[in-house]
């Protein structure tokens, strides 16, 4: 009726949402006849217009960021961008470095005045005309040295760390408890994560979260990695705070540190922290997929129907982040659970604070069991059961998977520092995980190198860095994306979750290569159109309000989904081997030995005998039908 002389803003971001995620011309022109988008040449004007203010503002930081008194901390993060797309030239790569912005502000202030981007009268105009972009010359760099520490260090930390690590510890182990308690026809109790949310501190406010502007370059250049830093040092110079905090992944860290060691006096104010996301991801990597094949612990997800054949190879490596951490959580309680049966002094008898705590799970009921004797008795008895354990009264098996439970409860631990924010722990925790027995004897020396060094780090930052610790303190190493007790999130994970999650779409990218200012508009406001596709799936409701958290029957359905794991899990390890409960002490086994594999190789040769046709001498000997294994074999 108005001949599209009104614009609405569902017509805008659909139209925007259609060019972000597939770029179709005949898709959005069908669309817009129905009258549900703006047309295709209206996109076209719009990115133009998004990608010249965008070029035209001299600033690095978005409008959203407030600069001054009011800033609480102002910390960044910059990972690699990388789009496969397909053209008539076939499949190619476009490689980009991205960046986040992340903001606290201080309680009790509200933002009066917005910066905005600068407006254009609608030109009609939809190409983007650019010159070439300066191609950063290549940096090269030789003699390489390594950090240097102030005068005084000490290379021994805070004793503090110890006595932090611990309380967490007795939290998780009431947890355990409260879980075993819930398990007998009680209410269940809602798994790790629930329980620290349970008994979590609320946020303020959420984080504010911004975009730079993608650099069209590999991450993986030191010339990027000078110009980033750069960035930052601008940006945050910009907000009025001292010291800039960047997280990097482990790729990252291994270029801008040896730039920050090699000229120190110009990167003086540079504090650089491995993300929490990428060293959990790639320590259960190592643990699953490394020290722990060929251990059975493969087949005992399969069994307890965790996972599925075709994710099974992803969650081993860490990659299928989730799910992993979900197995690696399940398979840890689960075994906790068997190893607590071998001791009676471990035995909950009359837990009426545990009771309690299962009835209503908050930090007020989990402080009483903390503070309850018979409960402390049980966690102490079981402290040292837990020890004897490790040097192998229960045999070299129940040693070998104490030391899984061993790991997998670090990782619980560094998620925990970094749910509430605390420093301390997240401290104790890396410094745990450059542990030789992981890392570094299992093909990855290059963490075990940069977590002692961040350990070094920390310990010394007073020195090399006065008042750094406070701005990591006060919310350096989490972001608050939602409201939510106890559910602040990594740095690097936020970075996947929001920038990459909306930046990547699904299809391919025609004419880019073709038509060089497509290509520098498509890079410009990739951020831009990212934020656009974000506020389409919230006005359809696709995208659930973090600050109003579910609850009710969806919290206790979880619970007793994630008890239901726990008890599969505890049958398969049954039905296969209890590795806390082996008569032959002096050997190690593989609790699974009847593996999958060699089912799948039984029902084979069922298939085969069953035929007409007679077996030939090379089938059965490749079968080891010819030879008679021994009792060992």
């Not at 060293?279 to 990597?285: A, I, K, L, Q, W």
């Not at 190198?449 to 961040?454: G, M, N, Q, T």
């Not at 090379?618 to 010819?626: D, K, Q, W, Y």
Request: charged share 20%; net charge positive; aromatic share 10%.
């Amino acid at each position: 009726m108005t001949k599209g002389e009104w614009k609405f803003p569902k017509h805008i971001l659909l139209c925007c949402t259609l060019r972000h995620l597939y770029r179709s011309k005949q898709l959005t022109i069908i669309l817009n006849r129905l009258g549900h988008s703006e047309s295709y040449n209206f996109g076209l004007e719009l990115e133009s217009a998004l990608a010249k203010a965008v070029d035209e503002v001299s600033s690095f930081l978005t409008p959203q960021i407030v600069t001054g008194n009011s800033n609480k901390v102002f910390h960044l993060e910059w990972d690699n961008l990388n789009k496969i797309i397909t053209s008539v030239h076939g499949s190619n790569t476009v490689n980009n470095t991205g960046g986040i912005m992340i903001q606290e502000l201080k309680p009790g202030f509200q933002i009066t005045a917005k910066r905005t981007l600068p407006l254009y009268d609608r030109a009609k105009s939809r190409s983007l005309k650019v010159d070439p972009p300066e191609i950063l010359p290549p940096l090269s760099f030789y003699s390489r040295v390594g950090p240097k520490f102030p005068d005084g260090a000490v290379f021994t930390p805070p004793v503090e760390n110890d006595r932090v690590y611990d309380e967490s510890l007795n939290e998780y182990r009431v947890w355990l408890l409260a879980c075993m308690v819930g398990s007998s026809g009680k209410q269940p109790v809602p798994a790790f994560g629930g329980f620290v949310s349970a008994i979590g501190m609320k946020s303020t406010r959420k984080s504010t979260i911004d975009y730079f502007t993608p650099i069209n370059q590999p991450f993986t250049e030191y010339c990027i990695i000078q110009e980033l830093l750069r960035q930052s040092e601008e940006a945050t110079a910009e907000v009025g705070q001292k010291y800039i905090l960047n997280t990097f992944d482990l790729g990252g860290c291994m270029k801008a540190l040896p730039l920050i060691w090699k000229f120190p006096e110009k990167y003086k104010l540079h504090v650089v922290t491995p993300g929490q996301f990428h060293t959990v991801m790639n320590y259960m990597g190592m643990l699953t997929g490394h020290k722990f094949k060929g251990s059975g612990y493969a087949e005992n997800l399969l069994e307890a129907d965790l996972v599925t054949s075709g994710c099974l190879k992803s969650v081993l490596s860490g990659k299928a982040y989730a799910k992993a951490l979900y197995c690696l959580k399940t398979v840890c309680q689960a075994l906790e659970r068997l190893m607590m049966e071998q001791e009676e002094s471990v035995q909950v008898n009359n837990p009426v604070a545990l009771f309690n705590l299962v009835k209503l799970c908050n930090r007020e009921n989990t402080n009483l069991v903390l503070q309850d004797p018979s409960t402390l008795s049980i966690i102490s008895n079981y402290v040292k059961f837990k020890e004897k354990v490790r040097t192998g009264l229960l045999g070299k098996t129940a040693s070998f998977w104490f030391g899984f439970i061993d790991h997998a409860r670090l990782i619980l631990m560094l998620i925990y520092s970094v749910k509430t924010n605390n420093l301390k722990l997240f401290h104790k925790c890396n410094g745990e995980m450059a542990n030789l027995t992981c890392f570094f004897a299992f093909d990855g020396p290059n963490y075990s190198r940069y977590l002692v060094w961040l350990e070094a780090f920390l310990t010394n930052i007073d020195l090399s860095h006065p008042g750094a610790k406070e701005l990591l303190e006060n919310g350096g190493i989490a972001v608050a994306r939602s409201l939510i007790p106890g559910a602040l999130s990594a740095v690097d994970k936020t970075m996947e979750e929001t920038f990459m999650k909306f930046a990547k779409s699904d299809r391919g990218l025609v004419g880019l290569f073709s038509m060089f200012g497509a290509y520098q508009r498509w890079c410009r406001i990739t951020s831009t159109r990212a934020q656009y596709f974000e506020r389409m799936l919230e006005m359809c409701g696709l995208i659930q309000d973090p600050e109003c958290p579910k609850a009710g029957k969806h919290r206790e359905l979880e619970a007793a989904e994630s008890e239901n794991a726990v008890q599969r899990t505890l049958e398969a390890i049954k039905n296969f081997t209890n590795p806390f409960d082996i008569n032959d002490k002096d050997n190690l086994y593989n609790i699974a030995p009847v593996s999958l594999m060699l089912r799948l190789m039984f029902f084979k040769l069922i298939q085969l005998v069953k035929q007409p046709r007679k077996l030939s001498s090379g089938i059965a000997s490749r079968m080891g039908l010819l030879k008679k294994p021994s009792l060992n074999q």
